[in-house]
């Protein structure tokens, strides 16, 4: 069974920072490339970063240069650091694993950004 449990998540003034986990299980980790994605109150879920098994990462440009995505195969898990953070990245974030047409979603872990 193919599980993801995201963490991390919190309240956060406006240039502060925050440590996203993905913690899975049940599919081979090491092969699959890892995203991250996010869904902010009204609109749909976009992709923000992922890396790829030789751990090259990847960004949207609204988070380039504020995040970092690494991962780690022997633990099962994918990482999200994110800094500067801003009033606009206020989500929920979710990790996912894709394998053809089925997407795996965790259940996401919320962000505010709020002074």
């Known amino acids: 069974q193919v599980q993801l449990v995201e963490s991390g998540g919190g309240l956060v003034q406006p240039g502060g920072s925050l440590r996203l986990s993905c913690a899975t299980s049940?599919?081979?980790?090491?092969?699959?490339?890892m995203p991250w994605y996010r869904q902010r109150p009204g609109e749909q879920r976009e992709l923000v970063a992922r890396i790829s098994t030789a751990g090259i990462p990847q960004y949207a440009d609204s988070v380039k240069g504020r995040s970092t995505i690494s991962r780690e195969n022997a633990k099962k898990e994918v990482y999200r650091q994110m800094n500067s953070l801003k009033p606009e990245d206020a989500a929920i974030y979710y990790c996912?694993?894709?394998?053809?047409?089925?997407?795996?979603w965790g259940q996401g872990t919320q962000v505010t950004v709020s002074s």
């Open positions: 049940g599919f081979i980790f090491s092969i699959q490339v």
């Open positions: 996912a694993r894709h394998l053809g047409p089925i997407t795996n």
